[in-house]
């Protein structure tokens, strides 16, 4: 059965990755809004076409408008985007919850594994929002919201179980400039997402210190095999961690100074406390800090050996000194490299 492509969507949250996946939507021909938390936000959209507290200096399109109440914004969407920060999805969501257009899919765009329940973001909305696992949809991959609302090329994933869906929502956000892929593995995909922030705190860590790209392809490539471990316990198919959602959103959110989680542990390498390094972010989520505990738990929960999650737990909760990660990962006990 074909869904139907839809046309209105609303995007709640008007943070970085909020606005440029609204600007992409608005860019394949939907008609978007924007529904900000705060009003001056969705002022400043819509008197300036563009969001100068999250992507200064981005041309918004006309098809984009921006509003601060959710009943507005909700009002006859045919697809709602949900841009908030994972721990807090629950929260807006159970607010949102009466004024849900009662078929319109939910698609997640965050990237965490909630504290206490260890539920995937997709979880949260199906428990929220009482809706089954076919009406929700998640866009994920090597996405940094600052190049694609600059357009440089870049592909993505949506994924839901119902193929459908998937389908509906990859032409929904087709551009010249965003490729996204469908791929029917739920579960890889959002773990692959909430995963790689906290291999990327680790690599920022690691640069901070001053090591180079020896310690850093160590990290990017033990942290992937830690994901796909993880992911092979929670029924994930293995070859999406080669994938988009997997190595590729690793390798860029490792990579670019760009990445919140990146630069938050490069602050904690180079000498900052938590509390000094989150003030630095202006309010800018970076996700691993509170995901590096929720996955550590989910892995050990599951038997899963994750001592990268682990050290990054430990320099962000339990007081490990950044300089002494090297040695507790370093000093665990040879083994293969396939074991
Ligand atoms: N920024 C990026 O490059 C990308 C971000 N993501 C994911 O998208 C999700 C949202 O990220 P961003 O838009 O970048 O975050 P952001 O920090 O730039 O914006 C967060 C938005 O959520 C709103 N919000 C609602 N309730 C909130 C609360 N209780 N606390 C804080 N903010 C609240 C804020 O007002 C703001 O509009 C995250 O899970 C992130 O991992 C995914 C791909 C790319
Ligand atoms: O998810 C992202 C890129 O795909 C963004 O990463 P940060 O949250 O670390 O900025």
Redesign the pocket.
């Known amino acids: 059965m074909n869904a139907p492509v839809p046309h209105r969507v609303a995007v709640l ?6 606005t ?1 996946f609204a600007k992409v939507l608005a860019d394949a021909g939907r008609e978007v809004v924007l529904c ?3 009003t001056e ?1 969705a002022e400043a959209v819509t008197t300036s076409r563009s969001n100068p507290d ?1 992507l200064p200096g981005v041309p918004l399109p006309a098809n984009l408008t921006a509003t601060a109440d959710p009943e507005a914004a909700l009002r006859g969407a045919e697809a709602v985007v949900l ?4 721990q ?1 999805l629950r ?2 969501l159970e607010s949102w919850r009466s004024l849900l257009p009662p078929a319109a899919p939910l698609v997640s ?4 594994v909630e504290l206490g329940s260890l539920k995937r973001m997709s979880e949260v909305i199906s428990e929220v929002a009482g809706v089954g696992g076919d009406r929700v949809a998640v866009v ?1 991959g090597p ?4 190049e694609i609302a600059d357009e440089q090329p870049t592909a993505s994933v949506v994924a839901a179980e119902d193929p459908a869906l998937a389908l509906a929502l990859q032409r929904a956000s087709s551009t010249g400039y965003f490729r996204p892929y469908t791929n029917s593995d739920v579960v890889g995909c959002e773990l692959g ?1 909430a995963c790689k ?1 906290v291999i990327a705190l680790a690599c920022g860590i690691a640069g901070g210190l001053g090591f180079g790209e020896n310690t850093a392809a160590t990290l990017i490539t033990r942290g992937l095999a830690e994901i796909a471990r993880l992911g092979a316990a929670l029924g994930a198919d293995p070859q999406t961690f080669a994938g988009l959602a997997g190595m590729g959103d690793l390798v860029a959110t490792c990579s670019s100074p ?1 990445s ?1 989680n990146r630069t938050f542990g490069g602050r904690l390498g180079g000498g900052a406390t938590l509390t000094e390094a989150t003030a630095a972010g202006n ?3 970076a ?1 691993g800090v509170k995901s590096c505990s929720s996955i550590r738990e989910l892995a050990m929960r599951h038997g899963v050996e994750m001592p990268i999650t682990d050290a990054v737990h430990r320099v962000c909760h339990e007081g490990l000194a950044p300089r002494a990660m090297a040695s507790a990962l370093l000093g665990r006990a040879r083994k293969a490299e396939w074991s």
Request: net charge positive; no cysteine; aromatic share 6%.
């Open positions: 949250g008007a943070g970085s990755w909020g440029a900000a938390r705060r936000v999250y841009a908030v920060p994972s807090t929260a807006n765009l965050a990237k965490g994920t996405n940094l919201a600052k997402g922030n760009l919140r309010g800018q989520v996700e």
